[in-house]
């Protein structure tokens, strides 16, 4: 007889966010957000709304991988780091000065 093998996996801990349903639904059945799709929400769609592109979501997931310990918190700016990387590649980056200022070096 065929016995099955259960793994199981920690959690997504992120420092200063809610991730839990419980307490998400609360805000938004509250009024405090605008809906599961919210951009302070750290939801899928609401990192989505805030302009994370889905290859930083896929390149953070793979960057802090799978645990079954409980008591990693991963700090929010891994995500910032995953989209810095992503955003460098795609898009173009420009440097201008808008009233530059003379400078004038003796010696």
Not at 48 to 60: K, S, V, Y
Not at 68 to 87: F, G, K, M, Y
Request: charged residues 20%; aromatic residues 10%.
């Amino acid at each position: 007889m065929y016995k099955p093998v259960v793994w199981e996996y920690a959690r997504l801990n992120l420092a200063h966010t809610f991730l839990s349903k419980r307490k998400l639904s609360q805000l938004v059945g509250g009024g405090t957000v605008h809906g599961w799709d919210d951009p302070r929400l750290f939801t899928l769609n609401g990192l989505r709304r805030r302009g994370i592109p889905r290859e930083a979501i896929h390149a953070f997931c793979e960057a802090i991988g799978v645990t079954r310990n409980n008591s990693n918190i991963i700090q929010p700016q891994w995500l910032d780091l995953a989209t810095e990387q992503v955003l460098r590649d795609r898009a173009p980056t420009f440097f201008a000065l808008v009233d530059p200022v003379p400078v004038h070096i003796t010696n």
